[in-house]
């Protein structure tokens, strides 16, 4: 980061001049540095907004008559850091009732466990029913005390409450800066979660110092503000899958042991106190028991053993290779489960396929060790969270599992015990999941600049110029919205909501003005801007950076339209329609070249369908263009909010298009919705256009341009093919689905549809014997 340090100039001189205000204007001085130094990356404040403080741990120094307790968060987990809350207390784990909590004595639970804050809670036994006694009863907090035993309540122990009514809370990610585990029980510790501020994987061989990511090191633990290194005495591979697990990485191996005791031998480790016990199906660390108190000798030889070592196994998508360096592109490595929906690469929508047929999975029973299961399947690390209520947007098919229960080390899903009935399961019960991916460093090459908040700005990128990395800016000729999803995964800020080709409203640093990539096409499955074609070295871009740089708005979610097949299927017919009563839709372009030398009194022959487009995403989808640029059609006598909202082809079996229609949105409204939500879009009287999550906008048959003109079109078999928001025009979370495809058959005098399907809902093998093209990534430039 560049910037002129103006504080020392002329200090003396203004001592002199102004000594009542030199305190004043070093401040303002000092505040104009700080927006320029922190740029938008992913997490903290806008610019020229400064981080508050972080506080540091200090042990809580309690009355000598407090209850001396210790907490865990337990039960059935959607994330590590959430759980049932158990007291140990007199030799015995037990329950707190929820009777009286709230957000403040959640905020105590939390802290007392080392975390930042407190999230949320929640009543009546959400993560199952806890046993034991109920320690605690009508608590009531004020937020500040240092331990739940000092919160008001009955008394410890005294309780009207059943285990129904155990309470359960969410903490932040975030550990409390310096904090130390605190150990109060003298016996029963292998019942203790382990509690450390963090956890690192550290290169320590040469070799593995500049890989990325890193795979093989000493494991380490914050506590206490130290880094300290763990005991190998009663490490067991079980702890090395859970380590591996929680950094991305699928699976661990064996490493070269004697190397590391000659550096364990040359340099002295700083041991941790305890030791670790994980089962190996844990998600997270904070999720092993506490082991033994380890006797660390005095010359720190850890009794024999040396610190202990990982080597995880990365899947493919992170592996580095001597030929192509990092896979281009995210490529799903299990051919019978997949993610979809999901922002980032390692979260979406668990699909499974059965039958040729790809399906969800219902969330009775959705749990952190199921998901976990598909993660490490899909060669990521464990699951980080398991998401319940289609958090990640709906599916489409039939919905094949319901009630999966995993041990936590099967190869796939589909090994797990699970119901085939899913009577009463919908696709508002779709499970989901976020993986813990390894850290490639990705972020740290891009930012966000000049926007006003971390979620848009000018698109800048860490390039090597002369030998050193230098920030610059994007050429933004051909800059899409393909593009603009791949600056926003990469930055982890979710979907892209607009790709900008112009960013003057947006001053960036000036140093960062000229332009460092150009010519940048993405197919939108990147997980890295530098991972999509570009001009490399050879820069090309015109028009130049700075004002006319590539930008980008962000957003955490996004709709995904898809076509309703069966519809399409059921309304099929075949018209014949008099040239004369076509007039509108020839001007509008919706029917074959042809039709221009065509006499008035002249027929045309059309398909003709229904078509209802459902939006199955997480937030509604609007047109790009603002209701100012709406073009009126007076034909038509109504506005088109997207000039090209639909194609329709009609294709040879070799994939040769043999006829076409499009439709402009003639008007994008809810004509209907599912149960339980509103109409939010409607086109009457020059009103605002869209579709709302979890509505329909259905264009009826007997519309004009509801049709593909077959006038031209000889007898025989044709694939049908519908694709929407062709042009990427708005940002969604998905595209493969926005093509549907049919069979047809046409004899002359008949036409017939049949085997109607969107993209990605059938198999490959399925899908290659629909001819043509297999997905929708259509040429747009």
Request: charged share 20%.
């Amino acid at each position: 980061m560049h910037f002129i340090d103006f504080t020392n100039v002329h200090r003396d001189q203004i001592l002199e001049l102004l000594p009542c205000c030199f305190t004043i204007l070093l401040g303002l001085l000092e505040l104009c540095k700080a927006q320029y130094e922190h740029q938008g990356y992913p997490q903290g404040y806008p610019q020229g907004y400064p981080e508050p403080e972080q506080e540091q741990y200090s042990a809580p120094v309690l009355p000598a008559d407090t209850p001396r307790i210790q907490l865990r968060l337990a039960g059935d987990k959607r994330k590590h850091n959430e759980g049932r809350v158990e007291v140990f207390y007199n030799g015995e784990w037990g329950t707190v009732c929820d009777d009286d909590f709230s957000i403040h004595s959640a905020q105590v639970v939390c802290r007392e466990l080392g975390y930042l804050e407190a999230v949320s809670w929640s009543p009546s036994s959400k993560y199952g029913k806890g046993e034991g006694r109920i320690w605690f009863d009508n608590v009531q907090c004020t937020g500040k005390e240092k331990t739940l035993a000092l919160c008001t309540s009955n008394g410890i122990g005294v309780s009207d409450c059943k285990h129904t009514e155990d309470v359960g809370v969410v903490c932040s990610d975030k550990r409390i800066p310096g904090f130390k585990f605190i150990n109060t029980i003298a016996n029963n510790m292998e019942s203790l979660n382990i509690q450390v501020e963090d956890v690192r994987i550290r290169a320590i061989l040469s070799s593995y110092r500049k890989r990325i990511p890193v795979t093989e090191g000493y494991v380490e633990v914050k506590d206490g503000g130290k880094w300290k290194q763990i005991c190998d005495m009663e490490w067991t591979k079980h702890n090395s899958r859970v380590i591996c697990g929680m950094f991305g990485f699928p699976g661990e191996r064996k490493y070269n042991a004697r190397v590391y005791k000659m550096f364990a031998r040359r340099r002295k480790p700083s041991y941790w106190d305890y030791s670790v016990n994980c089962t190996g199906n844990e998600a997270h660390l904070s999720s092993c028991k506490l082991g033994q108190t380890m006797a660390v000798k005095a010359n720190s030889t850890c009794g024999g053993g040396t610190p202990v070592v990982v080597s995880c196994v990365p899947g493919r998508a992170f592996s580095p290779t001597p030929m192509t360096g990092f896979r281009k592109a995210f490529r799903q490595e299990q051919p019978l489960v997949r993610l979809r929906g999901g922002a980032i690469v390692g979260e979406g929508r668990v699909e499974v396929l059965k039958n040729g047929e790809w399906g969800t999975i219902c969330d009775d029973n959705w749990s952190l060790l199921s998901a976990t299961v598909v993660c490490r399947e899909l060669g990521f690390g464990s699951a980080k969270e398991a998401l319940s209520g289609s958090r990640l947007g709906q599916g489409m098919g039939p919905v094949h599992m319901n009630e999966v229960e995993c041990s936590g080390f099967e190869k796939s899903i589909t090994e797990c015990f699970f119901n085939k009935e899913s009577l009463g399961c919908s696709h508002e019960e779709d499970a989901s999941v976020r993986c813990n991916v390894p850290a490639m460093g990705f972020q740290e090459r891009l930012r966000l600049s000049g926007g006003r908040n971390p979620y848009e700005g000018r698109v800048e990128v860490l390039a090597e110029r002369n030998g050193s990395l230098v920030w610059g800016t994007v050429c933004s000729d051909g800059w899409s919205t393909m593009e603009a999803m791949v600056t926003c995964r990469q930055l982890g800020l979710g979907f892209a909501s607009n790709a900008f080709q112009e960013t003057w409203y947006w001053p960036g640093e000036v140093s960062a003005d000229p332009v460092v990539m150009s010519g940048v096409r993405c197919s939108g499955t990147e997980i890295s801007l530098s991972h999509c074609l570009h001009h490399g070295d050879h820069l090309t871009c015109p028009k130049g950076g700075g004002r006319n740089a590539a930008g980008v708005s962000c957003s955490e979610t996004a709709p995904d339209l898809v076509l309703n097949p069966q519809i399409v299927e059921q309304t099929t017919y075949m018209e014949d329609r008099p040239m004369f009563m076509l007039q509108c839709a020839y001007e509008e372009n919706c029917l074959s070249t042809t039709s221009s030398v065509t006499p008035a009194n002249s027929v045309r022959r059309l398909l003709r369908f229904s078509s209802q487009i459902h939006n199955n995403g997480q937030s509604d989808f609007r047109p790009k263009a603002g209701r100012h640029s709406w073009v009126w059609h007076d034909c038509h006598r109504h506005y088109h909010s997207m000039e090209v909202f639909t194609h329709y082809d009609l294709l040879s079996l070799n994939g040769t298009k043999v006829a076409e229609g499009h439709k402009a949105s003639f008007c994008l409204e809810d004509t209907d919705c599912d149960e339980g939500i509103e109409k939010k879009y409607e086109c009457a009287n020059f009103g605002e256009q869209g579709i709302t999550v979890g509505c329909f906008d259905t264009y009826r048959h007997d519309i004009d341009c509801q049709w593909v003109d077959i006038t031209d079109v000889k007898p025989g078999d044709y694939i049908f093919q519908v694709v929407i928001n062709p042009n990427y025009e708005v940002p969604e979370s998905d595209y493969s689905n926005n093509i549907m495809k049919c069979r047809c058959r046409y004899d002359g005098h008949r036409i017939w549809m049949y085997s109607c399907h969107n993209g990605g809902s059938l198999s490959t093998e399925t899908e290659q014997s629909f001819p043509g093209l297999l997905n929708n990534q259509v040429t747009h430039r």
